[in-house]
């Protein structure tokens, strides 16, 4: 790999980094992280994990989509983007875990769902 090569690919990484950090402050903001797992330059594919309160929170399905949609636009190496939260069993959509609320369980023997306390009215 030639050193012209390399520092192509280190922009093409800074910008993405960039990209991330510019916008989508919120992550950061509200406890969660993204990084880069992969960049094929040859294909224009990148891989990103959303991590920390991202997993399992109810919008990371809409946060990845509009990574992917916003990326491909601004960086055009980019053609492809691979986002999820590491919770969502291999589906690229991030769909995580389905949202729980407080008081809110469920029977083991898969009975009925506990709906927490009633309202007092």
Do not use: W, Y
Not at 10 to 17: A, H
Not at 33 to 53: F, M, W
Not at 64 to 80: C, F, G, T
Not at 103 to 117: R, S
């Amino acid at each position: 790999m030639s050193t012209e090569t390399q520092n192509d690919g280190d922009d093409l990484e800074e910008r993405v980094t960039n990209f991330l950090r510019r916008n989508f402050p919120q992550i950061q903001m509200h406890g969660g992280s993204a990084a880069i797992q992969d960049i094929d330059r040859e294909s224009g594919e990148v891989s990103i994990a959303l991590g920390g309160a991202c997993s399992g929170c109810g919008i990371s399905p809409m946060t990845i989509q509009a990574i992917k949609s916003r990326m491909v636009k601004e960086i055009p190496e980019i053609e492809k983007v691979n986002a999820s939260t590491g919770m969502d069993g291999g589906d690229e959509m991030g769909g995580g875990m389905s949202p729980s609320f407080p008081g809110e369980t469920v029977d083991e023997d898969g009975g009925e769902p506990d709906e927490g306390p009633e309202a007092p009215f």
